[in-house]
């Protein structure tokens, strides 16, 4: 693929592509997420939902992920490793500057391909996704790039960094998750 990255952590592998969605699908992604239903919840995988804390988030069916014209290009990259083929979950999240995050997993049957949804993204904005080793020590950031999608295993802990006060007031992600 055309501006393909790959970076090799460790034991895990965790690819970045860049240049992948072409810049009008990147406009129709957008323009879904906008329209989006977002609500307030936790994670899953924690039960102390702080209201002030919270993360806005919208759940997308297979279908909602189709309509927003990205899902081929998801779905390309999956096969690529042919490990898991099967979809799971869309998970579209929205960070907004001062919100805080935890270092997490989603389990080692779980493929994750995350997507960066903004159209413009400048220096000094932050909103990183933070990779860390086994005993939480960071191993790698990579920058939130328009258009960039990142693909690794569900079993890799990571985080986001918030956008700074200057950036968009929103920062957007498409998480799919496929299980192996």
């Known amino acids: 693929m055309t501006g393909s990255r790959f970076l090799c952590i460790i034991d895990t592998m965790i690819k970045t592509y860049d240049n992948t969605v072409p810049f009008n699908i990147q406009q129709i992604v957008y323009n ?3 329209n ?3 609500r307030i919840k936790g994670w899953e995988d924690r039960d ?6 919270a ?4 759940n997308w069916s297979l279908e909602d992920l189709k309509e927003s014209r990205l899902f081929p290009y998801v779905y390309n990259l999956v096969l690529e490793d042919d490990d898991s083929k099967d979809f799971d979950k869309c998970i579209v ?3 907004k500057p001062g919100d805080s995050y935890y270092t ?3 389990g080692d049957d779980t493929t994750v391909v995350l997507y960066y949804v903004n159209l413009e993204w400048q220096d ?7 990779f860390y080793d086994d005993e939480r020590n960071l191993m790698s950031a990579f920058e939130y790039t328009p258009g960039r999608i990142l693909k690794f295993s569900g079993d890799t802990p990571h985080t986001i960094r918030p956008q700074s006060f200057k950036a968009p007031q929103y920062r957007f992600t498409i998480s799919v998750f496929f299980r192996k």
């Open 55 to 58: 993360n806005l988030h919208s």
């Open 124 to 130: 000094g904005w932050a909103g990183e996704t933070l």
């Open 104 to 106: 997490h997993t989603h």
């Open 93 to 95: 999240n929205l960070t």
């Open 32 to 34: 879904t997420v906008l």
């Open 36 to 38: 989006s239903l977002f």
């Open 48 to 53: 102390d939902l702080d209201i002030n804390g």
